[in-house]
């Protein structure tokens, strides 16, 4: 769904109060008291039949009778006014509204037939809904505070979101105390309409906006919460505190692992999926919000440390140490560096102790040493309160002399009073500061894991030495047969039967696995929010040793199967273990992709296991398996939360001058392909479809162009195959803007092959499926000589403007217009 109307939630231009009332209590009243005084400049109209004013100001029978267009509502009146409120809106084009009423819980039957109500006219006219039962809403931006906190937060680029109507009282308390300041505050109650992963579309095209904070206690809309975090999350960090991590509703594990796979871990593995930190309390949320949206890139963990004390340099050793990670080595040029500026007795080492006499000059001439030494990646600048220490001077003089650094500097002001002024002066610099070690350690690993997190989702996957090939329709016919027994298991020539139609060798017969050898429980469960998720562990000898456990969302790739493995600690698999030969790294890795494979082409299945996979010579083997079916509530690939790779569009085109080509959706592990493309381009070639001259594409940019989002970007590339190698020829891509609704259109052929019909062919291909899926208007620029793409497009049925930039033309094909 579009996400245009979200925004008028946000900046509308006249807003009007339904409920509102002189009573005490009234929440009607306490959102007219907070929108006339936070600065929204817009016209504000009360709702209340039974009043002739509220506030001193006239209120209205209906939203029918306001004579102004608003577009912005909030619903303050019982639950039981609320249906007809919403019909209100949806009838004189209101573009959405904030329900703050109180009343009719969901496990009410009373209250389930008015959510149902109002979803329904909501939707059918098209009016987007936040709440019922949350806070409401705050934006710096537009001076609103439509919700039924007192006050405004302090301007800053944080935005903050949550259902918990007390979590965001508190935390907009809290953030006064700190002065932190955010760009919006979002209450969202109980998600009948927007829910966390409209709002992360939303904020993430927000420019005001540098990271997303979220206080989660339930989640809906599972796949669209993954596809908006996949996509945000690489432009602007998002940090999650997920609450319920200890009495959450748990998943049967069955013959996995005997116990309960915590719903909690799956969480964890869908945050990692998307890109998203996760923090386990308010303070450290805060703290990783700090420091992520802060002076300095993240460049490695090269971290080195400088104090005036001994004490709490040590401290700050200890809390890197838990995390598994020590400070950096300092090199000997930085050593000799070191001892031209401190006295003789400082100790030569990380942490770098200055004294407690420090001076000003010589904490700045310390730091500005370690900022520009090899191997140093991050500085983390400590004071102690001394007798003979200025905190505030040293502080001022840091971010006099620091100020053009670039690497990530961490403050640590330990104390209270005598070292605030100094942290304000820090802070006010924009520098990230803390008042103990231990926070101060803990930001700099979520920095830490945060950076891994987004290298790790542009990291491109090799591919399989051989094409994973399956026998679908088999699959199909022992699915079909085994629904009509369920919710019995399938026998074990069905389960044999089942796995080998997806390259899983089962063994002829059962044997058991001997004491001594390693063993697997590789599985599949089926979860009701985020589909299935493949489970892997290790058994048997080493897994007496590491008891490893890993979770892991399909679809999976050769990177995610080998991260799924390292996870659970298999490692000791793939270097041989007592007498036993390592195991083959690939052909595991090749049957946790066909078990992702197999339960993304059959919602049918709600639980496999693979118990046990052997390791027998190195090579994987299929002792047993278990399979439960039962009848699937959607197709394929719709029951998974992370949009698959799109087979169905794969084809097979002839062209005389060329050969047989292969069409099909690009794939994360075609960034090499992409790469060689890009070099067999002209200069003019590029020049046309980036429009600034570029000698490569960088890792980025590939990881940019072939780990797509299937749901929201349709890119068809053609392949020339050979017996041993394969060759990109061209690509066409259509993305969706952050609208969700229109997308840009882009189009790329080498020239040896241009002018032969395939970039043609792939556009046609990419607007087809535009077509399906419902997209609105398709458009892109095209510059002045490129004489072929805008023949393309007038032969495509594109309408061709001049654009307001001189030498540009403006390509638009509207997707929604009758035959088009």
Same mark, same amino acid.
């Given at each position: 769904?579009?996400?245009?109307?979200?925004?008028?939630?946000?900046?509308?231009?006249?807003?009007?109060?339904?409920?509102?009332?002189?009573?005490?209590?009234?929440?009607?009243?306490?959102?007219?008291?907070?929108?006339?005084?936070?600065?929204?400049?817009?016209?504000?109209?009360?709702?209340?039949?039974?009043?002739?004013?509220?506030?001193?100001?006239?209120?209205?029978?209906?939203?029918?009778?306001?004579?102004?267009?608003?577009?912005?509502?909030?619903?303050?009146?019982?639950?039981?006014?609320?249906?007809?409120?919403?019909?209100?809106?949806?009838?004189?084009?209101?573009?959405?509204?904030?329900?703050?009423?109180?009343?009719?819980?969901?496990?009410?039957?009373?209250?389930?037939?008015?959510?149902?109500?109002?979803?329904?006219?909501?939707?059918?006219?098209?009016?987007?809904?936040?709440?019922?039962?949350?806070?409401?809403?705050?934006?710096?931006?537009?001076?609103?505070?439509?919700?039924?906190?007192?006050?405004?937060?302090?301007?800053?680029?944080?935005?903050?979101?949550?259902?918990?109507?007390?979590?965001?009282?508190?935390?907009?308390?809290?953030?006064?105390?700190?002065?932190?300041?955010?760009?919006?505050?979002?209450?969202?109650?109980?998600?009948?309409?927007?829910?966390?992963?409209?709002?992360?579309?939303?904020?993430?095209?927000?420019?005001?906006?540098?990271?997303?904070?979220?206080?989660?206690?339930?989640?809906?809309?599972?796949?669209?919460?993954?596809?908006?975090?996949?996509?945000?999350?690489?432009?602007?960090?998002?940090?999650?505190?997920?609450?319920?991590?200890?009495?959450?509703?748990?998943?049967?594990?069955?013959?996995?692992?005997?116990?309960?796979?915590?719903?909690?871990?799956?969480?964890?593995?869908?945050?990692?999926?998307?890109?998203?930190?996760?923090?386990?309390?308010?303070?450290?949320?805060?703290?990783?919000?700090?420091?992520?949206?802060?002076?300095?890139?993240?460049?490695?963990?090269?971290?080195?440390?400088?104090?005036?004390?001994?004490?709490?340099?040590?401290?700050?050793?200890?809390?890197?140490?838990?995390?598994?990670?020590?400070?950096?080595?300092?090199?000997?040029?930085?050593?000799?560096?070191?001892?031209?500026?401190?006295?003789?007795?400082?100790?030569?080492?990380?942490?770098?102790?200055?004294?407690?006499?420090?001076?000003?000059?010589?904490?700045?001439?310390?730091?500005?040493?370690?900022?520009?030494?090899?191997?140093?990646?991050?500085?983390?600048?400590?004071?102690?309160?001394?007798?003979?220490?200025?905190?505030?001077?040293?502080?001022?003089?840091?971010?006099?002399?620091?100020?053009?650094?670039?690497?990530?500097?961490?403050?640590?002001?330990?104390?209270?009073?005598?070292?605030?002024?100094?942290?304000?002066?820090?802070?006010?610099?924009?520098?990230?500061?803390?008042?103990?070690?231990?926070?101060?350690?803990?930001?700099?690993?979520?920095?830490?894991?945060?950076?891994?997190?987004?290298?790790?989702?542009?990291?491109?996957?090799?591919?399989?030495?051989?094409?994973?090939?399956?026998?679908?329709?088999?699959?199909?016919?022992?699915?079909?047969? *085994?629904? !009509?027994? +369920?919710?019995? $298991? &399938?026998?074990?020539?069905?389960?044999?039967? /089942?796995? %080998? #139609?997806? @390259?899983?060798?089962?063994?002829?017969?059962?044997?058991?696995?001997?004491?001594?050898?390693?063993?697997?429980?590789?599985?599949?469960?089926?979860?009701?929010?985020?589909?299935?998720?493949?489970?892997?562990?290790?058994?048997?000898?080493?897994?007496?040793?590491?008891? *490893?456990? !890993?979770? +892991?969302?399909? $679809? &999976?790739?050769?990177?995610?199967?080998?991260? /799924?493995? %390292? #996870?659970? @600690?298999?490692?000791?698999?793939?270097?041989?273990?007592?007498?036993?030969?390592?195991?083959?790294?690939?052909?595991?890795?090749?049957?946790?992709?066909?078990?992702?494979?197999?339960?993304?082409?059959?919602?049918?299945?709600?639980?496999?296991?693979?118990?046990?996979?052997?390791?027998?010579?190195?090579?994987?083997?299929?002792?047993?398996?278990?399979?439960?079916?039962?009848?699937?509530?959607?197709?394929?690939?719709?029951?998974?939360?992370?949009?698959?790779?799109?087979?169905?569009?794969?084809?097979?085109?002839?062209?005389?001058?060329?050969?047989?080509?292969?069409?099909?959706?690009?794939?994360?592990?075609?960034?090499?392909?992409?790469?060689?493309?890009?070099?067999?381009?002209?200069?003019?070639?590029?020049?046309?479809?980036?429009?600034?001259?570029?000698?490569?594409?960088?890792?980025?940019?590939?990881?940019?162009?072939?780990?797509?989002?299937?749901?929201?970007?349709?890119?068809?590339?053609?392949?020339?195959?050979?017996?041993?190698?394969?060759?990109?020829?061209?690509?066409?891509?259509?993305?969706?803007?952050?609208?969700?609704?229109?997308?840009?259109?882009?189009?790329?052929?080498?020239?040896?092959?241009?002018?032969?019909?395939?970039?043609?062919?792939?556009?046609?291909?990419?607007?087809?499926?535009?077509?399906?899926?419902?997209?609105?208007?398709?458009?892109?620029?095209?510059?002045?000589?490129?004489?072929?793409?805008?023949?393309?497009?007038?032969?495509?049925?594109?309408?061709?403007?001049?654009?307001?930039?001189?030498?540009?033309?403006?390509?638009?094909?509207?997707?929604?217009?009758?035959?088009?």
């Amino acid at each position: 769904m579009s996400i245009d109307r979200i925004d008028s939630l946000f900046h509308p231009k006249a807003i009007a109060v339904t409920g509102a009332s002189e009573q005490p209590g009234s929440l009607g009243k306490a959102v007219m008291h907070n929108l006339s005084t936070s600065g929204f400049n817009g016209p504000i109209f009360a709702v209340n039949a039974g009043q002739s004013s509220i506030m001193g100001q006239r209120t209205y029978a209906d939203l029918q009778h306001i004579e102004t267009p608003v577009d912005l509502v909030v619903v303050a009146g019982p639950m039981n006014t609320v249906p007809a409120v919403i019909a209100d809106c949806a009838r004189i084009g209101v573009h959405g509204a904030v329900i703050v009423s109180n009343g009719g819980r969901p496990s009410d039957p009373a209250g389930r037939q008015w959510e149902t109500e109002i979803l329904k006219t909501a939707a059918d006219g098209n009016v987007r809904i936040i709440g019922p039962h949350g806070l409401g809403i705050m934006c710096a931006a537009s001076g609103l505070n439509a919700s039924l906190a007192p006050g405004t937060p302090l301007l800053g680029k944080l935005a903050f979101v949550s259902q918990s109507r007390g979590i965001c009282a508190a935390i907009m308390d809290y953030s006064k105390k700190e002065k932190i300041g955010f760009s919006h505050f979002v209450g969202l109650g109980s998600m009948l309409d927007v829910n966390f992963g409209d709002i992360i579309d939303y904020l993430g095209a927000e420019s005001g906006v540098s990271s997303i904070l979220m206080h989660m206690e339930t989640l809906t809309g599972h796949r669209n919460f993954m596809s908006a975090a996949r996509a945000v999350s690489r432009i602007k960090p998002i940090i999650a505190l997920k609450a319920g991590r200890t009495n959450g509703r748990a998943l049967p594990a069955a013959s996995f692992t005997g116990t309960l796979a915590e719903e909690d871990a799956i969480f964890d593995a869908a945050f990692q999926r998307a890109g998203i930190v996760r923090v386990k309390t308010f303070e450290e949320l805060f703290d990783t919000a700090q420091i992520l949206s802060r002076k300095g890139r993240y460049r490695g963990p090269g971290l080195a440390i400088l104090t005036n004390s001994a004490g709490p340099g040590v401290m700050a050793v200890d809390a890197l140490a838990d995390t598994g990670m020590l400070p950096a080595v300092l090199p000997s040029e930085t050593l000799e560096d070191l001892d031209a500026v401190l006295c003789d007795r400082w100790t030569r080492g990380n942490p770098v102790n200055i004294m407690a006499d420090a001076t000003p000059e010589r904490y700045a001439e310390a730091a500005a040493v370690l900022a520009r030494a090899k191997g140093i990646q991050a500085l983390l600048i400590m004071l102690a309160p001394q007798m003979l220490t200025d905190a505030q001077a040293v502080a001022r003089t840091l971010v006099e002399r620091l100020d053009r650094t670039t690497l990530p500097l961490i403050a640590c002001w330990m104390g209270g009073t005598d070292v605030q002024a100094g942290r304000q002066i820090l802070n006010h610099a924009g520098l990230p500061t803390f008042d103990t070690p231990e926070r101060a350690m803990r930001a700099f690993m979520n920095l830490h894991r945060h950076s891994r997190g987004i290298e790790m989702l542009q990291q491109t996957p090799a591919r399989l030495s051989r094409r994973i090939i399956v026998d679908r329709a088999a699959a199909g016919r022992v699915i079909d047969t *085994g629904l !009509a027994a +369920a919710p019995e $298991p &399938l026998d074990k020539t069905q389960s044999k039967a /089942l796995l %080998e #139609a997806y @390259g899983i060798s089962v063994a002829p017969t059962a044997a058991a696995a001997s004491a001594d050898e390693a063993v697997l429980a590789v599985g599949a469960r089926k979860h009701p929010g985020f589909g299935p998720v493949i489970l892997f562990g290790l058994g048997g000898v080493l897994g007496d040793r590491n008891g *490893g456990r !890993a979770i +892991a969302l399909p $679809p &999976l790739n050769r990177l995610l199967a080998s991260r /799924l493995m %390292e #996870a659970a @600690g298999a490692n000791r698999l793939m270097e041989g273990y007592c007498d036993q030969p390592p195991a083959d790294r690939e052909k595991l890795e090749g049957i946790l992709i066909r078990l992702a494979q197999l339960v993304t082409d059959f919602p049918q299945i709600a639980e496999l296991d693979i118990h046990p996979l052997a390791i027998r010579g190195g090579d994987p083997v299929a002792l047993d398996a278990r399979v439960v079916l039962e009848q699937a509530l959607c197709a394929a690939p719709l029951h998974l939360c992370i949009s698959p790779y799109p087979s169905q569009y794969e084809s097979r085109l002839h062209l005389p001058e060329v050969g047989d080509l292969w069409i099909r959706p690009i794939r994360p592990e075609d960034a090499p392909l992409l790469a060689q493309l890009f070099d067999t381009l002209s200069p003019q070639s590029v020049y046309y479809r980036f429009f600034s001259p570029m000698k490569q594409l960088s890792h980025a940019m590939l990881a940019r162009f072939t780990q797509i989002d299937y749901d929201r970007e349709i890119a068809m590339v053609a392949i020339l195959e050979s017996a041993s190698s394969e060759k990109m020829l061209g690509a066409a891509r259509v993305m969706l803007q952050h609208n969700l609704k229109d997308a840009e259109f882009a189009v790329l052929v080498g020239d040896t092959w241009q002018g032969r019909g395939i970039g043609a062919h792939l556009l046609r291909n990419c607007l087809k499926i535009a077509e399906e899926r419902g997209f609105g208007k398709i458009w892109g620029t095209v510059l002045a000589e490129n004489r072929h793409m805008l023949a393309l497009g007038k032969k495509l049925g594109f309408t061709i403007k001049r654009a307001e930039q001189a030498g540009e033309f403006d390509l638009t094909l509207d997707m929604s217009r009758p035959g088009t």
